[in-house]
């Protein structure tokens, strides 16, 4: 979420006389469900197969980087695509120190906070636009 004092900067740099109360008003008119629904969808989670070639790089070269789990078998991947483009490839816990496996319900999980952070970061965007914009009209 935006904060609307840096937002009342921003709008003020730009040479804009609104008030703060201005600033929480555009805010408040604003549906940010809609937005993040439609941004969502440009976003897709995958688990990797572990046979495919990704991006023209065959499997093994890829599960050398896979960490594996105790008992030796190889731990999740995750692909994160933007619309229709791989933009992440996770081998291992993005949040654990060193190469740490991940299962599947993990690497849905490790992904789906990934995707979140990213819609939220281009609601944001879109949002600070379109309040700017109405500040500075």
Known sequence: MLDPIDLLKEAREL???CTLADVEAALSQIDYEPLRAQERQRYEIRL?????????????????????????????VYLIYINGNLVYLQPHDPRQAGLVPM???????????????????????????EVLRQLLS
């Open 103 to 129: 299962d599947a319900a993990l690497a849905q999980q490790r992904a789906q906070e990934i995707v979140d952070q990213l819609v939220e970061q281009a609601v944001d965007q879109q949002v600070r636009r």
């Open 48 to 76: 990797w197969d572990k046979v495919s070639p990704i991006n023209g790089v065959a499997p093994e070269q890829i599960l050398e980087r896979v960490p594996k789990h105790p008992d030796g078998s190889y731990g999740e």
């Open 15 to 17: 040479g804009s006389t």
